[in-house]
T-cell receptor, first 113, second 112 residues
Framework: NAGVTQTPKFQVLKTGQSMTLQCAQD?????MYWYRQDPGMGLRLIYY???????DKGEVPNGYNVSRLNKREFSLRLESAAPSQTSVYFC????????????FGDGTRLSIL | QKEVEQNSGPLSVPEGAIASLNCTYS??????FFWYRQYSGKSPELIMF????GDKEDGRFTAQLNKASQYVSLLIRDSQPSDSATYLC????????????FGQGTTLQVKP
């Protein structure tokens, strides 16, 4: 039972490069989320998708785009990476009732030089 | 004022003691409250959730919610060194948006 799977686990980019972080869940969840975690900052919501075909901004959306490819997959794209985007990125999902707990992937550790 | 506030710690307790972790929130309409444990370099792991005022117990863990005071806490009884981690309080805002607001986390150290 894989749960929430994120790829890659680690990535180093140069400033200005682009990349896409992938997330897939096998729990038939409707809602999916992207967070970033910086030291001492807790987790901050970047974007979320309440259901297939919908996306909405969270607390820190600038510099990111997302795609809800289907019910299973929710990707996060950095079009032009900046050092301020160096962080740990977590994807999460939750079921039909959005008040239910969110389940997290293992994270992607991203460094931008 | 931060929407969800926790003391960053570290909170240090001896093995076998009760650890008390606290969290306050600003959105009076919040309905759902979660405690996650995060070991260093790992992802958050759900340990408790609570929706109603009062206490909810699960093994050594008790979550307490007081909506009038906008306060939620986590008690860990018989603390073990393996409980040493960062504990994140998360609050679901009003409006059923599904958005979780996290506190910055409290680091717990349980000393043998």
């Amino acid at each position: 039972n894989a749960g929430v799977t994120q790829t890659p686990k680690f990535q180093v980019l140069k400033t200005g490069q682009s990349m896409t972080l992938q997330c897939a869940q096998d729990m038939n969840h409707n809602s999916m989320y992207w967070y970033r975690q910086d030291p001492g900052m807790g987790l901050r919501l970047i974007y979320y998708s309440a259901s297939e075909g919908t996306t909405d901004k969270g607390e820190v959306p600038n510099g990111y785009n997302v795609s809800r490819l289907n019910k299973r997959e929710f990707s996060l794209r950095l079009e032009s990476a900046a050092p301020s985007q160096t962080s740990v990125y977590f994807c999460a999902s939750t079921g039909t009732n959005s008040n239910q707990p969110q389940h997290f992937g293992d994270g992607t550790r991203l460094s931008i030089l | 004022q931060k929407e969800v506030e926790q003391n960053s710690g570290p909170l240090s307790v001896p093995e076998g003691a009760i650890a008390s972790l606290n969290c306050t929130y600003s959105d009076r309409g919040s309905q759902s409250f979660f405690w996650y444990r995060q070991y260093s370099g790992k992802s958050p792991e759900l340990i408790m959730f609570i929706y109603s005022n009062g206490d909810k117990e699960d093994g050594r863990f008790t979550a307490q919610l007081n909506k009038a005071s906008q306060y939620v806490s986590l008690l860990i009884r018989d603390s073990q060194p393996s409980d040493s981690a960062t504990y994140l309080c998360a609050v679901m805002g009003s409006g059923n948006t599904g958005k979780l607001i996290f506190g910055q986390g409290t680091t717990l150290q349980v000393k043998p």
